[in-house]
């Protein structure tokens, strides 16, 4: 079961106030898993994000807005501010859209707001994870807002038969994720080496990977290492899975 639209844009919310808060002083800062930017860059990003997204989804936009729609990045000073101002805004448009409403998203199994809305989650949480790394500061995040992300990112962004093709790559057997602190568990797998990668509730098969929840979603998104006796396995799972 999917977050509700209430959940998810509180989770936008909440991370998005957490982002703020710890890069508000902190912009010169290295950012761990994006090695070329900083904390600003790092701000900027999301709120291009943002605005890019809220877009889309205030004007039911077919395609994506024309490049040169797009704002001028801030003034350092005002940096902050901007990004506050554009969460804020996300979550308005979003919170009194039409959740069914056709759009254009990147993912063909669903161009509607739902799918807008349900994504900015884990951009907030990722991203503010990355900025409490650099800042050195706390960061937690719901684990049913986890778990959420999980599935949303084995439902959209797996490689789908044409990706498979593609990239002449196959998984080998079926991958379990395990959650230690929730009862959930998920299986990524493959029909057969021509086919699309999909995902099942449940193990079938021992743990590939374990942790919390949250540390699942983390490492999903190349933020840490857990420990796995199934290397080459990830890294097929790795090689056809996206993160972009």
Do not use: K
């Not at 038969?161 to 593609?166: E, G, I, L, M, T």
């Not at 602190?181 to 509730?201: E, F, G, I, K, Y």
């Not at 590939?208 to 979603?217: E, F, I, K, P, Q």
């Amino acid at each position: 079961m999917t977050l509700s639209t209430d959940a998810c844009l509180t989770a936008i919310a909440e991370h998005s106030r957490g982002f703020a808060a710890a890069v508000r002083d902190n912009l010169d800062a290295r950012v761990e898993h994006c090695p070329d930017w900083d904390v600003a860059d790092l701000v900027e990003h999301l709120t291009e994000v943002h605005w890019f997204w809220r877009t889309i989804a205030a004007e039911r936009l077919a395609a994506p807005p024309e490049e040169a729609r797009r704002p001028a990045r801030a003034d350092r000073s005002e940096l902050v501010a901007v990004f506050e101002r554009g969460a804020a805004e996300l979550v308005d448009v979003l919170g009194g859209a039409d959740q069914d409403a056709p759009v254009w998203t990147w993912f063909p199994g669903r161009r509607d707001i739902g799918f807008v809305t349900r994504h900015q989650v884990q951009e907030a949480v990722v991203h503010h994870w990355d900025a409490a790394n650099a800042a050195g500061t706390a960061w937690t995040v719901r684990p049913e807002v986890a778990a959420d992300a999980v599935e949303e990112f084995l439902t959209c962004s797996l490689a789908d038969a044409d990706d498979v093709a593609r990239l002449g790559r196959t998984l080998s057997g079926p991958l379990v994720l395990t959650a230690t602190d929730v009862d959930r568990s998920w299986t990524v797998s493959q029909a057969d080496p021509t086919a699309a990668l999909t995902w099942s509730p449940g193990a079938d098969g021992p743990a590939a990977v374990s942790g919390t929840v949250a540390d699942l979603l983390l490492w999903i998104y190349g933020r840490v290492a857990l420990p796995t006796d199934q290397s080459e396995r990830v890294a097929e799972f790795r090689a056809l899975s996206s993160t972009d």
